[in-house]
């Protein structure tokens, strides 16, 4: 399988650490750190040192490991208590991305079975590392799966406009929307991206064009508030995007933004395509109105990186995710194949 040009996740076994390339850091500075315990996990999802909804599941799955190892170095025995107490911490991060509760909830199975059949601790920690490189390697394989389907639908040249990032920055490896565009490119076809900048935190600028240039993908950087101006123009042919959590009916979840570029879509008639893996979406959940938003710091918005573009005492509201509306969706791309959203539910 092709590999990324960089590693988001690593496991480091004689480490027992999990490495993380520090997002908060790029694109100066290509900084990778270790987590050894679980606060620092929980604050790297937190504070989206890792982030992406695929990447966040797989960082928690992690996250659960490194929690249990501390907790079995010589202290008293490992009880579910500690073990729901880890879970909750970590699925206390972030409440929008449902891979985060997905990936949590497969550790919680093991755990708790290996708890039920008394295991000693070493093994039941072996038990929910082999469960976690399984959910990384899964989450590889269906990006790979989801980009040959998705390649299907781009033109042999096709100008893209994509929000945020979905990229390899976001999973274990590869993409969703990214996934679909470097499918399209290794198959031969003559593809640019327009990254939106995606304001507070600067995902679509600080990421997605780093990730797309070190992949020698064609990439044009715009401000958010740029991309209906270049459907206008005739200067985008589609748009994809990846998302955080999708309901039932297709409403689907992801950065802030993504509604007005579907709304400008639909207004240009251009196809708008969700690229994400089957455990981003949320059966349990009939529809969008559901889906629980995160609200950040306010200082994501009054300032641009370390520089204040506010008076400090301004009211702001600063909603990390919106609702894009099935009726907005063409189709959801995912490793089982393109879907409508009314077609979504077959899946189930
Ligand atoms: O706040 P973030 O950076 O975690 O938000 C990420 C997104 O909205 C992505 O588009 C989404 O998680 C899909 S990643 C494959």
């Known amino acids: 399988m092709t590999k990324s040009a960089f590693q988001t996740l ?3 076994e004689e480490k027992r650490a999990l490495r993380l390339l520090d997002q908060r850091r790029l694109p100066n500075e290509e900084l990778f750190f270790e987590c050894r315990d679980l606060q620092q996990v929980a604050k790297a999802i937190k504070t989206l040192a890792v982030r992406g909804a695929p990447a966040i599941g797989v960082a928690a799955a992690y996250g659960v490991v490194i929690g249990v190892q501390e907790e079995t170095v010589g202290k008293d025995p490992f009880t579910a208590q500690k073990f729901n107490k880890i879970i909750d911490k970590l699925a ?9 509760f997905w990936a949590l909830a497969r550790m919680k199975k093991v755990g708790e079975e290996g708890l039920r059949k ?44 994509t929000h945020c990032n979905a990229g390899a920055l976001a999973c274990a490896e590869y993409g969703t929307a990214l996934g679909v565009i470097r499918a399209a490119q290794a198959a031969g ?31 044009t ?23 955080d959590r999708i309901a039932a009916n297709g409403d689907t979840a992801n950065k802030i933004g993504t509604y007005s570029v579907a709304l ?31 609200e950040r710091d306010p200082d994501e918005v009054r300032f641009f990186g370390e520089r204040a573009t506010a008076p400090s005492e301004v009211e702001v509201y600063n909603p990390a995710f919106d609702i894009t509306p099935a009726a907005l969706i063409s189709a959801i791309i995912t490793e089982k194949g393109v879907f409508t959203p009314a077609e979504l539910s077959a899946i189930h």
């Open 10 to 12: 690593t496991w480091i």
């Open 92 to 100: 206390a991060t972030r409440p929008t991305a449902v891979n985060l």
């Open 118 to 161: 008394g295991f000693a601790e070493a093994k039941l920690r072996d038990l929910l590392l082999l469960e976690a490189n399984l959910i990384y390697a899964e989450d590889d394989q269906a990006h790979h799966r989801l980009g040959k389907y998705g390649e299907k639908l781009i033109p042999a040249e096709a100008r893209i406009l």
């Open 189 to 219: 076809k003559k593809i640019k991206v327009y990254a939106d900048e995606t304001r507070p935190l600067l995902q679509g600028s600080r990421l997605t064009t780093w990730e797309l240039l070190k992949e020698k993908i064609p990439v």
């Open 221 to 243: 950087l715009i401000c958010d508030n740029m991309a209906a101006h270049c459907m206008a123009k005739g200067m985008i042919d589609l748009v994809i995007v990846g998302a």
């Open 264 to 294: 400008a879509a639909k207004a240009h008639n251009l196809p708008f395509y969700v690229a994400a893996p089957t455990s981003t979406i949320d059966f349990s959940l009939a529809q969008g109105s559901a889906i629980p938003i995160e």
